[in-house]
């Protein structure tokens, strides 16, 4: 069965917008495991605009199952994962102003970095997936570069109905299927939400999917009636001691 990454950064994202401490990305990690989640990512930014150093450390110490880092190739962030160790790292392009990671990354420009960046972080026993656009040339380059896995961005086709979907959804088939025929372990992610994951999920040989934005995005409505019936019990019994 294709297994569930699910992305906790919006919790952080929440929580760094009045800088305090909650919601916890570490609570939400761990309650998302005992939801079913088979795995944990969180992306370090540059400019750790959500997750925090500490969030991390904290994820390392409390997270028993795969903990995927996502990062850029940087000086930096390949440190912090040496010295982490997250079970497995995920290489993203990083732009400062983006909303969030706009594309795939351009393997094809950037080989030789990122052949270097995934030296140094597999020399320390960590696996490294390379997030790529679906398609040929980027899968072919990543096998080349050393990358043990690729996760094929599922953007495109999150963000486009009827026969361009399709179009997109047969894009992201053939990407998977030539992933997997030059011995690449293959993901996806990115925009998949509870009306278009499933003709993903049902591609045949994919080991995961990673979300977060849906979830987290539900996690807040479905939770919302709750947390205000807590407070309102909160003001009756204060009030009742009046
Ligand atoms: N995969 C990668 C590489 C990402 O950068 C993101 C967004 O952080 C996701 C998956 C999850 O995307 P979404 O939040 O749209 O589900």
Known sequence: MVILGVNVDHVATVRQARKTFEPDPVMAATLAILGGADGITVHLREDRRHIQDRDLKILREVVPCELNLEMAATEEMINIALAVKPDMVTLVPEKRQELTTEGGLNVIELKTHLREAIKKIKDQGIPVSLFINPDRASIECSKEIGADMVEIHTGYYSETKGHSQFKELERIKDAVAFSLSIGLKTNAGH???????????????????????????RAILVGIARAVGEMKNLIKEACMNV
């Open 191 to 217: 925009g998949l939400n509870y009306y278009n994951v499933k003709p993903v999920a049902a591609i045949k040989g994919l080991r995961g999917l990673y979300i977060g934005h849906s979830i987290i995005a």
